[in-house]
Nanobody
Framework: QVQLVESGGGLVQAGGSLRLSCAAS????????MGWFRQAPGKEREFVAA????????QYADSVKGRFTITRDKAKNTVYLQMASLKPEDTAVYYC????????????????WGQGTQVTVSS
C-alpha cells in the first residue's frame, strides 16, 4: 500500500521559514515526478512546485518562485519543500503528490496524495 506522509507544517510569523517533508512508502518514485500543492479555506487546490525524475526538471507557481525550493532524496524516497519569506497568503494545507510522468501543474496527473500538513503564517 502506497503512503505519502507529510510533516514539517506549523505556525510561523510572516518572513519566517519552514521545511516540509514528504516520505513515500510502498513503492519507489525515483522515476516519477513528485509535487506539492496547497489548499486554502474556500479555495481550490493549487499547484505550488514539482520536481521530475531528473532533479533539474522543476516547476514553481509564480506566487512562490524565488521563495520556495523543491528538492528530493531518491535514496530516502522523500521530497522536500523549503519555504522562505513566508507570507500570510501562503497559509493553507499543503499536500504532497506523486506518480506523475512529468513535473506538471495538473492535480489529475498525480496518482498518489498525502493527507496534508497545515501551514499558518501570521502577520
Amino acid at each position: 500500500q502506497v503512503q505519502l506522509v507529510e510533516s514539517g507544517g506549523g505556525l510561523v510569523q510572516a518572513g519566517g521559514s519552514l521545511r516540509l517533508s514528504c516520505a513515500a512508502s510502498g513503492r519507489t518514485f525515483s522515476s516519477y515526478a513528485m509535487g506539492w500543492f496547497r489548499q486554502a479555506p474556500g479555495k481550490e487546490r493549487e499547484f505550488v512546485a514539482a520536481i521530475g525524475w531528473s532533479d533539474s526538471a522543476v516547476q514553481y507557481a509564480d506566487s512562490v518562485k524565488g521563495r520556495f525550493t523543491i528538492t528530493r532524496d531518491k535514496a530516502k524516497n522523500t521530497v522536500y519543500l523549503q519555504m522562505a519569506s513566508l507570507k500570510p497568503e501562503d497559509t493553507a494545507v499543503y499536500y504532497c503528490a506523486a506518480g506523475a510522468r512529468y513535473p506538471v501543474r495538473s492535480t489529475s496527473q498525480y496518482d498518489y496524495w498525502g493527507q496534508g500538513t497545515q501551514v499558518t503564517v501570521s502577520s
